[in-house]
C-alpha cells in the first residue's frame, strides 16, 4: 500500500513536505486500500466459515453411514508376558 499510494500520489521528491494534494491524494489512497482489504477479509471469513460446515456436515454423514458397519475379520490381538 506505501508504495503504491507513494507513486501514484507524490508528485515532487525535491521537498522535504508534502503539497496539500499530495497529502490529500494520499490520504484517500489509504483509506480505499484499507476497506478494500476489510471487504476482502470479510469474504474470506464468509467463505471459510461455509467451507468448516460443509465438511463438518459430510464428517457427520460420513460417520452415520459407517456407524452399523462392523470391520470384517476382526481378531483379537493377545499379548503375552515374556
Known amino acids: 500500500m506505501t508504495e503504491r499510494c507513494f507513486y501514484k ?3 515532487h521528491t525535491n521537498s522535504r513536505q508534502l503539497s496539500p494534494s499530495e497529502i490529500e491524494c494520499a490520504d484517500k489512497c489509504a483509506v480505499k486500500f484499507i476497506r478494500y482489504n476489510n471487504k476482502l477479509m ?6 471459510q466459515n461455509d467451507i468448516v460446515s460443509r465438511r463438518v ?3 457427520e454423514q460420513q460417520m452415520l453411514e459407517n456407524k452399523g458397519q462392523e470391520i470384517p475379520n476382526q481378531q483379537e490381538v493377545t499379548v503375552s508376558s515374556s
Open 9 to 11: 500520489c507524490i508528485e
Open 42 to 47: 470479510m469474504n474470506f471469513v464468509r467463505r
Open 57 to 59: 456436515k459430510e464428517a
